[in-house]
């Protein structure tokens, strides 16, 4: 992928507001996805998945299938050796071995000149099924006699948390009695007895919010090209991370990285579940087996019942506070179901429910919980907006209780940079306190009496909400590189696929550290052979982490331009500087050297001038932490439980703005995204593990028609080590919505809802029984 950046406007670098200079090509279609790609030969590859949640596969016969004109191979478990019991993550199921453990786990795959050959295909396979009992609830399946999910001996998976917070468990262990508990985590400080037994106020809920798809454009998809005369292969993938896929392919199929080339197209969205390898690993095998480039792509349905959803997430939770709401002790335990193989981010939900406000006593235990049904992964955030929804709903309940405004509230007792988190690492420097203050002062907060007295007038109820959350984004070591080309533009150079416009914010950092305008520079996102190594895009790090190697690379580059412009005009380093495309010596006009006259020279024959190429490789110690305040007015019909939102206010640290238009754009996709989680979403299996909603139909998600403008006002407290200061931005939108909108019911009608979405129905009979 390449980028150039074009603008009319007099520009420079960071802070200005650009729009994408991608958006024209992918609105008129032209923008090539895996969906896109054709190569000469290529054959189409469909899954045969299973239709039970849990069952052993007697026997399968692919005779049929292989017999049918146009097949070109037809794989199960028995063909892939590779595959071994036990597999530690989804991606090393590639498919069931012989029992299947969620209905919609491939048991066969085709390979066929057409997809109609294909879909063909699948029906004339034969599979035996013994249907077992399933484990579908998750509560239920930690006890000791559920059914098992895992083989015996299958280790958990902490590297989603790694990957997305840098924080492991503190505690990992599966309960030698509940062997569908994969893992456990423990964080406490202080005597909680004690404190509970000093409180004068005790509130105590449980609240659930139910497993969510991330929703992204384009499926998951892959095409693999396998070339028997090297034993290399190539994968066009629709992934957040290149590298990342490379190393997940080289692992499961027992193959070194080298013979593997990743090459990232654009991605239709991500939000997390496009970390891992899922379409990749059987495209390459179909690939082998054939010698012909494979294409698959999931197909809508299969991305719901088969996709890595976000989790269930059951958290109970016990506060004790003062008269005057001094918080004291929190008791908490988080259920996580994580589907059939471990993966969750379990220990986040500990640190979010003890970490965000001030609390001296606390116990938080977190289970990861397995269940016959699909595998979880990453959505934006994972575990800080259901956390949140918990954790910020107890705290506007208890300064409800006691009369206190509830913004009042959470700023006073809001942990601040220094304070320690759950698990004993000092927050950084970051805007929290600032987001809040920046609502409380707003008109809609300030006029909520006004507001909800209005209701009385029109026959509706009126209410206003207001909630805080963020997220500690993760850290990963990444490279960069810089070369001046012989016109004097840049082409910056990164492993780092562009999920979400971070590509533009890469290219205003380097012309701002070079000291270019923004329309001189060029972005490339290399593949896995030609690419510096870079980490994933997920997390909220990429701006951060890869933005900062960018900056070195692009100083770097400068450094070597000025030192050949101080050759060339002979004149100290020191007094030289880049205006306007020139090296210029400062306070001698009309001396000066083009940078496409110092490109060129690096390009010339016998030129001793050396090309001009920066690098820089990094690494991370110090996570930039960053929070988004939101504040939710709606109306509710009283005689149908209709919420809708009529206002929607989302303040956000991002540390330093680098491009306006970008930031608000991600506030206001996240904030759709956590109102979705509020108001509609949500996977619904019957007592079998089966699907219920598995279509867009079904499974309704938000559209523009749903929401109402999004205003977003912007916080600047520089993250000390980010680019220029700058934050992550795109998770921490996600976060607050869910408590925002449960504190706004609460305020319009008295009614107090702890389970997500808050749909008509929940809403009208939770107000009937009032």
Not at 755 to 767: D, F, K, Q, S, W
Request: net charge negative; with cysteine; proline share 6%.
């Amino acid at each position: 992928m390449a980028t150039v950046m074009k603008t009319s406007r007099d520009v420079r670098g960071i802070g200005i507001r650009i729009p994408r200079p991608d958006a024209p090509e992918k609105v008129a279609g032209k923008t090539q996805y895996v969906a896109d790609l054709q190569l000469p030969g290529m054959l189409h590859a469909r899954l045969l998945r299973s239709p039970h949640a849990h069952a052993r596969i007697k026997s399968i016969d692919t005779s049929k299938a292989k017999a049918l004109p146009g097949v070109r191979a037809v794989l199960t478990a028995s063909d892939i050796p590779e595959l071994e019991h036990g597999a530690k993550t989804r991606g090393h199921a590639i498919m069931a071995i012989d029992r299947a453990v969620f209905a919609g786990q491939p048991v066969a795959a085709v390979a066929a000149d057409e997809l109609a050959i294909a879909d063909e295909a699948l029906d004339l396979i034969e599979v035996v099924y013994e249907v077992l009992p399933a484990a579908i609830d998750p509560i239920k399946s930690m006890r000791p006699d559920a059914p098992r999910v895992a083989d015996e001996g299958t280790e958990a998976d902490t590297s989603e948390a790694l990957a997305h917070s840098g924080i492991a468990p503190t505690e990992s262990e599966a309960a030698e009695n509940a062997p569908n508990v994969a893992q456990k985590s423990n964080l406490g400080r202080g005597d909680v007895k004690r404190a509970f037994a000093e409180s004068d106020y005790i509130l105590e809920k449980t609240y659930h919010v139910p497993m969510v798809h991330q929703g992204y454009i384009e499926a998951h998809g892959a095409v693999a090209d396998y070339n028997r005369a090297t034993g290399t292969m190539t994968v066009w993938a629709s992934t957040q991370g290149s590298f990342n896929t490379r190393s997940e392919i080289a692992d499961v199929l027992k193959i070194p990285e080298a013979s593997i080339k990743v090459v990232p197209l654009e991605c239709g969205g991500g939000f997390g579940a496009k970390i891992r390898a899922l379409t990749e690993p059987i495209t390459v095998l179909l690939s082998r087996a054939t010698g012909r480039p494979v294409k698959y792509m999931m197909t809508r349905r299969e991305e719901l019942e088969a996709g890595m959803p976000a989790p269930s997430v059951t958290i109970k939770l016990r506060t004790g506070v003062k008269k005057d709401g001094t918080p004291l002790a929190l008791e908490g335990e988080t259920i996580i179901e994580a589907g059939a193989y471990s993966g969750a981010v379990l220990t986040m939900s500990g640190v979010f429910l003890a970490s965000v406000y001030q609390w001296p006593n606390f116990q938080v235990t977190g289970y990861e919980v397995l269940t016959h049904k699909p595998s979880i992964a990453a959505y934006r955030a994972p575990m800080a907006p259901q956390t949140a929804f918990v954790i910020d709903s107890h705290m506007d309940q208890i300064a409800r209780h006691l009369g206190l405004d509830p913004a009042e509230y959470k700023i006073k007792h809001c942990q601040r940079g220094g304070d320690l988190m759950a698990h004993g690492q000092p927050w950084q420097v970051n805007g929290a306190r600032e987001c809040l203050e920046a609502l409380e002062a707003h008109p809609y907060w300030q006029e909520r009496d006004a507001w909800r007295e209005s209701g009385q007038r029109d026959g509706v109820l009126r209410g206003t909400g207001i909630a805080m959350g963020g997220w500690v984004p993760g850290i990963q070591p990444t490279s960069a590189s810089i070369r001046l080309n012989p016109d004097g533009t840049l082409t910056v150079i990164t492993g780092s696929v562009d999920i979400a416009g971070t590509n533009l914010g890469l290219a205003l950092i380097a012309a701002e550290a070079y000291g270019v305008d923004i329309e001189r520079v060029k972005i490339v996102t290399g593949d896995t052979d030609t690419a510096p190594l870079t980490g994933i895009s997920a997390g909220s790090k990429t701006t951060y982490t890869v933005g900062a190697a960018v900056i070195e690379a692009a100083h770097d580059a400068r450094r070597q331009t000025l030192d050949i412009a101080s050759s060339e005009l002979e004149a100290a380093v020191e007094d030289l500087d880049i205006v306007n495309n020139e090296v210029v010596v400062q306070g001698v006009p009309g001396k000066s050297i083009t940078l496409a006259a110092i490109g060129k020279k690096g390009n010339t024959f016998q030129s001793r001038v050396p090309p001009v190429y920066g690098t820089s490789s990094m690494g991370f110690a110090v996570q930039a932490p960053a929070f988004a305040a939101q504040l939710a007015r709606i109306e509710v019909d009283p005689d149908t439980g209709q919420i809708t939102l009529t206002d929607f206010i989302c303040a956000q640290d991002v540390g330093k703005l680098l491009n306006p238009l970008g930031a608000e754009g991600q506030i206001q996709g996240g904030s759709v995204q956590s109102l979705g989680f509020a108001l509609t979403e949500g996977l619904m299996y019957n007592e079998q593990g089966r699907l219920m909603n598995p279509s867009l139909l079904d499974y309704r998600k938000l559209t523009a028609a749903d929401v109402p403008n999004i205003e977003t006002i912007i916080i600047e407290v520089p993250a000390p080590a980010g680019p220029f200061g700058a934050r992550g931005v795109g998770e921490p939108p996600i976060v607050p919505a869910l408590a925002a909108m449960a504190n706004a019911l609460e305020d319009a009608s008295g009614l107090r809802l702890t389970t997500m979405p808050l749909t008509p129905e929940r809403v009208a009979l939770g107000l009937a029984a009032e």
